[in-house]
């Protein structure tokens, strides 16, 4: 039986983000297999042990994708250094289970959890320029629609950074914006460099997976169909998920 590259192995048991983090971790000295300190490019196979820092690493039999709409007050962590609640008192208790990207504390919608590193990695990764698309609302209104080119032209925010929507248009109260980023807060500092702080944020879609009408605080596995589509616009037709 053919093994699995050990970088493929810890990001699908959820113990790397990517595959990029897993090299770091075997590089480091930190990953052994049957005992042993492993190395780049070591393959694993089924009757295989490994760990990392002392703790047993085990592939999910089963691959899990789940969709929480993110309520507003609660931070995409494990544990919160300010005593917020947290998503993940809101989600089943699953080994490997982290979130693919992240909604700041007052941002609310969809936010996406699974198993599997190497899908975290294609879709929160802006080379492959999945979708994000959010309903913001400001106090001051909908933004004109020269503003709302500027965005899609880009803007340089405050720190310096250049960010750009991939697409911005007019909402009754505010705006829809499409990113194919996701850095901490970038929607909220762009709609403010145009003069519109936004007083709602709330992401809607993700790649192909849509909010709808999910209540605030409750989650729900993606349906099979749903996991081909977003395998479809992360690894795209030709890629193998079976590839070691």
């Excluded at 196979?45 to 703790?55: A, F, I, M, N, Q």
């Amino acid at each position: 039986m053919d093994g699995v590259r050990l970088q493929k192995y810890l990001t699908q048991a959820g113990a790397a983000p990517s595959r990029r983090k897993a090299e770091e971790l075997i590089r480091k000295g930190w990953v052994t297999v049957n005992g042993q300190i492993a190395s780049l490019g070591a393959k694993v196979y089924p009757s295989d042990e490994v760990y990392l820092r002392g703790k047993p690493v085990t592939a999910p039999d089963k691959r899990v994708v789940i969709a929480l709409h993110k309520p507003r007050g609660y931070e995409t962590t494990r544990k919160s250094r300010s005593g917020a609640p947290t998503v993940y008192e809101l989600l089943p208790d699953i080994p490997g289970l982290h979130p693919v990207g992240r909604l700041d504390r007052e941002s609310e919608g969809l936010l996406l959890f699974t198993n599997d590193g190497s899908l975290t990695q294609r879709l929160t990764h802006p080379r492959y320029g999945i979708k994000k698309v959010y309903r913001v609302w400001s106090r001051k209104g909908t933004p004109p629609p020269d503003l709302l080119r500027q965005l899609e032209k880009g803007v340089t925010l405050r720190s310096g950074v250049f960010a750009q929507a991939l697409k911005a248009r007019p909402k009754e109260g505010g705006a829809v914006i499409t990113m194919t980023e996701g850095k901490k807060r970038e929607v909220r500092y762009m709609m403010k460099a145009i003069g519109y702080p936004v007083e709602r944020l709330l992401r809607v879609k993700m790649g192909p997976i849509r909010l709808g009408g999910q209540k605030p605080g409750t989650w729900r596995e993606l349906s099979e169909a749903e996991i081909k589509a977003l395998d479809l616009a992360a690894f795209g037709p030709q890629k193998s998920r079976s590839e070691g």
